[in-house]
């Protein structure tokens, strides 16, 4: 278990006319450390009698152990017709799209944002962006770019 590394990793495996790309979830010891001071900060609210704090914190809590341990793993399906995400997409449950290779104007990676996760993004038309692998950093997002754009008949630079 690392402290500050990436929160997923990233394989990719090659299946005949199908490029697999899996990213599987990883548990690190500074996610443990928002439970362990909500636990404390739960534990000080109840004994001054705070309930209106011991409510919101027990909420929060819930949330950040469900968040702990749900399968943030997803996979990427490539072929030379569209390109297939299932898994963690970035929202609260897990989540399917497809995408033809002809509406597909770019893959980026993006990061984090107020209302967005940070993650590889499949660009369509000019303005409209989905996530498509969510919790991959800058380089991972470029490798798995990489491995994609032979589909698209492109060249990748790195």
Known sequence: MNWFGSAKQVE???QGDLLLIKATGTRRAVDLLVPLFLAVWGYVACRNEHWVSLVFVLFV??????FLFRDKGGE???TDTEIVASGDL??????????GWADISGLEYRQGEEDSNEGLYVRTGRWHTYCV???????QSEEVDCSCLPALSLCCDG
């Open 61 to 66: 809590f819930g949330s950040s152990v469900w």
């Open 76 to 78: 990427l399906r490539v």
């Open 12 to 14: 990719v495996v090659e």
């Open 133 to 139: 692998m969510a919790g991959l950093n800058r380089e």
């Open 90 to 99: 970035g929202g609260w449950g897990e989540g399917y799209v497809r995408f």
